[in-house]
């Protein structure tokens, strides 16, 4: 049964390095694509002379992406093994990327935004559920911090191809599409050595997975709204206070080196001090730094309290991750990532808008503000509810 996967309690046992491996270096890998893509995409339809509104259409098609996948987990780990799906999800990827590099014509870009959406959605559903699987509970936060730490130095990497290589020529997609195909090759090789397999999604898991942890799909939204709000944030903080536009933009890489840099710090502390306190402590972090984002004025203060929001905001995702692999295994496992990425979707899309609508009608300052008053409120919804998983062995609103 569904429910007893969240009960029962899983024997210590070796954790499954091959298969770790496999994960983060998948994981790292999509994350090096999306980093890239983004901004580069971007970069190359403005050049192109194609309106605003067609390249935002072209970005939403990503997400569309993202959802169709997601929506059909459970059918596609039924159709084909967990870490095969994996693979042939990054070889889709690198087929996407390869595709930008070749072709000029809008419409087939529209089509590879699509297939990349699609794959990398796969690639994280699949990807955390396995690294639950293959990971003991001894080692889960600090396995879970690595993985965190590869996801925020790919996202890192990725833009900082641009300056090295151009946007013309799709130079820049080529070469990220050979790494991921090798990275697909370095998993079939790894992939030979692994123990575990992630499970198949049964049907209707998305829908038994919120009903049986709502705490821990909302850790997920809260993340992704601060997340998306934070990066949508920092560039027009620091042009309005003087800066140019590159350094802006290069600040968003500045603070991810800082982000994956504590993930496996905060994982450490997962594994040694409750899970549920944390979770909490890393919202409340989040909630003060962007409420004392306003009244820093020097580049050093808006920095240091940008890194620490940055790290804070993610360790609510690694404390998520850790908090799956604990209560939950079995197909729920898949169900419960790909719960994470649609609540992670929906957060990002509400952060991003909210925050921009608040800057619009109120004041830059109040942007900040809002997300801040904005995190209190998860903070408290989550110390009042996530203290008590420890007590029911179930999340509180199970």
């Known amino acids: 049964m569904q429910t007893a996967e969240t009960t029962e309690l899983v024997p210590d046992f070796a954790p499954d390095w091959a298969a770790i491996a496999v994960v983060i270096l998948g994981v790292t890998a999509f994350a090096v694509g999306q980093g890239l893509t983004y901004p580069l995409i971007a ?3 403005e050049s192109r002379g194609v309106s605003s509104s067609m ?5 939403s098609v990503f997400a569309l992406g993202l959802a169709s996948s997601t929506l059909i987990i459970g059918k596609l780990t039924q159709a084909m093994r967990g870490d095969r799906l994996i693979v042939a999800s990054l070889l889709g990827v690198s087929v996407a990327l390869a595709t930008f590099s070749t072709f000029d ?3 087939i870009w529209f089509v590879a935004r699509f297939l990349l959406g699609f794959c990398t ?11 639950n699987t293959a990971c003991p509970d001894r080692l889960r936060g600090r396995v879970s911090g690595a993985y965190s730490a590869g996801m925020c130095a790919g996202f890192a990497a990725g833009p900082l191809a641009i300056p090295l290589v151009g946007i013309e020529d799709g130079f820049a997609f080529a070469m990220t599409a050979a790494y991921v195909a090798l990275v697909a090759f370095a998993s079939v090789m790894l992939g030979r050595y692994a123990r575990t397999r992630p499970e198949a999604s049964e049907a209707g898991g998305l829908l038994t997975f919120v009903k049986l942890a709502p705490v821990l799909t909302l850790m997920v939204v809260a993340f992704g709204f601060s997340d998306i709000a934070a990066i949508s944030m920092i560039p027009l903080y620091f042009v309005e206070r003087g800066y140019s536009q590159n350094f802006a933009a290069f600040v968003v890489t500045m603070v991810a080196l800082p982000t994956a840099l504590a993930q496996p710090f905060v994982g450490w502390l997962l594994d040694r001090l409750s899970r549920p306190v944390i979770a909490v402590a ?3 972090i989040t909630a003060a730094a962007f409420l004392v984002l306003p009244f820093m004025t020097s580049q050093a203060a808006l920095l240091i309290t940008i890194s620490i929001l940055g790290a804070a905001s993610f360790s609510l995702y690694t404390a998520a991750l850790t908090l799956l692999g604990e209560r939950f295994r079995g197909g729920l496992l898949v169900s419960g990532a790909a719960v994470f990425a649609l609540a992670y979707a929906i957060g990002s899309a509400t952060g991003s808008g ?5 800057m619009d009608l109120v004041s830059v300052d109040a942007g900040p503000v809002f997300v801040g008053l904005l995190m209190l409120g998860f903070t408290g919804f989550f110390a009042l509810n996530l203290m008590r998983i420890r007590a029911s062995g179930r999340d509180a609103d199970a």
């Open 43 to 45: 970069l190359i339809l």
């Open 55 to 59: 390249a935002g259409l072209n970005a």
């Open 105 to 107: 014509q809008l419409w």
């Open 121 to 131: 959605s796969i690639i994280y559903t699949v990807s955390e559920a396995w690294l």
């Open 282 to 284: 890393g919202s409340l």
């Open 354 to 358: 909210a925050t921009g609508l608040t």
